[in-house]
């Protein structure tokens, strides 16, 4: 039997919203958003890095149980990077969960399996959360490697981490013909790459940080098609971008068991 794994909702907002807007956004999501529903799921908003400060400050003074997280962080702590960001910094100002390897991280700013990787121990090494984005291209869906590109993103990410690191972590497949596209995989395909992803955990780290390890589901989500995703055995989550940016749509995704149609 699997371990009992708390959902988790995510917003990506990409590059979207000032830290005006995002205060605006966050107060609400939180105005909508009850305490049943936080008992149910584990939110967390992830706004550009300029809005970071803002949001730590108004999740604090307002005590809400919206976790924040960032888009992205660098692997170093410190240094000669221009423009770049520490997993330190992001830290210090609250910053729960980071998302790692997102696909247009990947494909915009050329970032390896490998360069993934480090950030997944740096996040970690602060003690933040990461969330390890992995998904193929239509192209490879259509010839049939989905799964081995999958499997090999996840085994380059998480070889080097210990059994209790994966555990805590998570995990967002994004099949990257689904992201933005209007065009979400269907539940039972989403559900069979991600039930094929517990099994290379299984077999890079350990069964039991299979069974704990959280993994979502990314890509064209909305309000109407939350619940059926998450009716999947093995999806725990949803990464959701667009349909973040609107609190009221958000809110009703993360809803989902109450707006189930
Ligand atoms: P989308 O983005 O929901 O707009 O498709 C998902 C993501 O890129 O995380």
């Known amino acids: 039997m699997a371990t009992e794994r708390l959902p988790i909702i995510s917003g990506n907002w990409k590059m979207n919203n ?40 108004l999740i604090d003074a307002d005590q809400l149980r919206i976790r924040l997280g960032a888009q992205n962080c660098h692997p170093e702590e410190k240094g000669a990077f221009t423009g770049e960001v520490s997993p330190v910094f ?42 390890l984005c992995v998904g193929e291209t239509l192209a490879e869906r259509e010839s049939g490697v989905a799964l081995d590109k999958v499997r090999h993103q996840v085994r380059v990410a998480l070889e080097k981490r210990s059994s209790d690191q994966v555990k805590s972590m998570v995990i967002a497949y994004e099949p990257i013909w689904a992201i933005g596209t209007g065009k979400n995989a269907t539940a039972t395909d989403a559900q069979e790459v991600v039930a094929a992803i517990r099994e290379e955990v299984a077999a890079v780290v350990s069964r ?27 999806i725990d989550g949803l990464l959701v971008g667009g349909a973040s940016l609107d609190p009221t749509e958000f809110a009703r995704i993360v809803q989902y068991r109450r707006h189930a149609y």
């Open 18 to 57: 000032n830290h005006f807007e995002a205060i605006q956004c966050v107060q609400k999501l939180a105005y909508l958003l009850q305490k049943e529903d936080f008992d149910a799921v584990e939110v967390t908003v992830h706004p550009p890095f300029t809005d970071l400060r803002s949001m730590q400050t």
């Open 90 to 131: 992001l830290a210090k100002l609250g910053v729960h969960f980071v998302i790692v390897g997102h696909s247009e991280r990947r494909e915009h700013f050329g970032e390896t399996d490998e360069f993934v990787a480090r950030k997944v121990a740096a996040v970690q090494k602060h003690g933040m959360t990461p969330i």
């Open 208 to 234: 039991p940080a299979a069974q704990s390890v959280r993994i979502q589901y990314g890509g064209s989500v909305k309000a109407g098609t939350a619940a059926e995703f998450m009716r999947q055995p093995d």
